[in-house]
């Protein structure tokens, strides 16, 4: 015989103002149960790379107060950057494995993969890389490896979590409490939703973030936490322009210069669609003054000195399927708020506008990542296809900056002609004269528009992006930070007005909660 569950009190439509604590539950107490739920989501569940040996306290606090900026204007953000990075590191034992090399374990990957190990070359000064090294990822050292320049390093998975401070005592405390509070204010939450008693949006929003902060710390549970740079160096026994030398048999479109190690020909930041317009973004931050999401890694001209850790990897196989149910929930998420209460008519609408607009974007950004997920892996199988049939290549359409001094000369001259010349008739001098000013006008803009296709350090070729998308992006991302903004303020500004059952302790409609 099921038990039969229900309220206590009749439902109360009495709009009340602030609540103060007594046998039910006041408004400080949503304001300290979200506010520490979402404190813990943003600050505690980050996890950086490790850090340059050169780099101080303050550093270490910019790489912590980087990721927590991402989670805390787009939780979906971080968890696609944990979720790629899981999935990387899973790779990489694939790889290691059918290298021969079955103690690699997942994480390995992650600390090969958040800079872990550092290579130094012996000669003398090269690159700056006598005294630290600089890092490499799992992909790098695996070809090192296998070329016989370094020795299969011997570290543990027991001593990499050795040198973590993520598997002390303390972290162990800090991932018991973040887990308690979630689990404890999903749990209350749920059982309102299922007794149908009213939550205030600030709630609907710490659930979110437990959620997706949740999912998060899943794909993170076996990265370590590295506060100091606690790496392995591994000497070569080359020095890095010989290794580049001896791979240009084997990497024919090796380009002639580096830009961000001597072995960006293994992997490169932005072979990854989204990486790379998410690092022009980036670029883009900083020379707007407004660095609030990543820390430049090194120095123009010289070798990174440690992996960033806003990094996107692709994903693969039923990686990409489990990350579309997380994010699903989250872009819908604050539709469920559609017909609660507030305060006035005009709070409801804006609400509800960024509600869609938040929905429609994260789904856009969903579906953007995982076609560049398979648009990586067609490319891939592209390249494979192509590399085995002598294709002929057609000749482009030059541009205006492509064409030669005579082509330059007829652009040029294109204007004068067609005011001089007597034209035959009115409609070609019109033709002539709007193509010529066209040309003019690209000609001159094209300096400009090259300037902006591409941010990176050095302006490596392989970083250019397409301005008209770019463009496009960056309005669409500006609009979603506000539309966020705004749901975040509405979240506190609500809480002035609203239903007195929002204020029903759990005890009170739940007999089992006492």
């Not at 303390?170 to 887990?179: G, K, M």
């Not at 350090?457 to 008209?468: E, K, T």
Request: aromatic share 14%; with cysteine; glycine share 4%.
């Amino acid at each position: 015989m099921g038990v039969n569950f229900t309220f206590r009190h009749d439902r109360n439509n009495t709009l009340v103002s602030w609540m103060s604590s007594s046998d039910r539950r006041g408004t400080s107490d949503i304001l300290y149960s979200s506010a520490i739920t979402i404190i813990l989501c943003v600050w505690v569940s980050t996890f950086p790379n490790v850090p340059s040996p050169k780099d101080k306290f303050l550093q270490r606090l910019l790489d912590k107060i980087n990721l927590a900026m991402i989670g805390f204007l787009g939780p979906d953000l971080l968890f696609a950057l944990a979720l790629g990075q899981w999935d990387s590191a899973r790779k990489s034992v694939k790889e290691f494995q059918e290298a021969g090399y079955a103690n690699w374990t997942t994480t390995h990957g992650f600390f090969a993969n958040m800079g872990g190990f550092r290579i130094r070359s012996p000669e003398p000064g090269e690159h700056d890389s006598q005294e630290h090294g600089i890092p490499v990822n799992a992909k790098q050292l695996l070809y090192l490896i296998k070329q016989k320049y370094i020795d299969m390093p011997t570290l543990t998975e027991t001593q990499i979590k050795g040198i973590s401070t993520a598997d002390n005592f303390s972290r162990i405390h800090d991932r018991i409490l973040v887990l308690w509070q979630l689990f404890w204010f999903s749990v209350t939450e749920i059982v309102r939703f299922v007794y149908e008693t009213p939550i205030t949006t600030l709630e609907l929003t710490a659930l979110t973030f437990a959620v997706m902060m949740f999912a998060t710390s899943v794909a993170w549970f076996k990265k370590p936490q590295i506060d100091s740079s606690s790496t392995r160096i591994l000497t070569t026994n080359a020095s890095l322009r010989a290794i580049r030398d001896a791979a240009r048999a084997d990497y024919p479109d090796m380009q002639e210069n580096w830009y961000e190690t001597p072995l960006d020909f293994i992997w490169k930041r932005g072979s990854f669609k989204p990486d790379k317009q998410w690092q022009y973004f980036s670029q883009l931050s900083h020379i707007a003054r407004l660095p609030l999401f990543t820390r430049r890694p090194g120095k123009d001209g010289m070798p990174w000195d440690r992996m960033p850790s806003d990094i996107w990897y692709s994903t693969s196989g039923y990686t990409i399927l489990v990350g579309l149910l997380v994010q699903l929930q989250f872009c819908l998420s604050f539709l469920l708020a559609w017909n609660w209460h507030f305060p006035t008519r005009t709070e409801q609408v804006l609400w509800r506008s960024c509600a869609v607009y938040h929905a429609m974007y994260s789904l856009m950004v969903t579906f953007y990542y995982v076609g560049g997920a398979f648009d990586k892996q067609w490319e891939s199988s592209k390249r494979l296809f192509c590399s085995m049939i002598p294709l002929r290549r057609n000749q482009s359409v030059p541009l205006p900056t492509q064409l030669t001094s005579v082509d330059n000369y007829e652009w040029d001259t294109t204007l004068r002609d067609a005011t001089t010349e007597e034209p035959p008739s009115r409609h070609r001098y019109i033709k002539k004269t709007v193509t010529a000013v066209l040309a003019n006008i690209w000609t001159h803009s094209t300096p400009k528009l090259d300037y902006w296709r591409n941010l990176s350090a050095g302006r490596d070729p392989d970083q250019d992006v397409s301005l008209p998308w770019t463009a496009l992006l960056f309005v669409l991302t500006v609009v979603y930070i506000f539309s966020h903004l705004f749901i975040y303020a509405e979240d506190f500004i609500s809480l002035r007005l609203q239903p007195d059952d929002v204020y029903l302790s759990i005890n009170q409609f739940f007999p089992l909660i006492h």
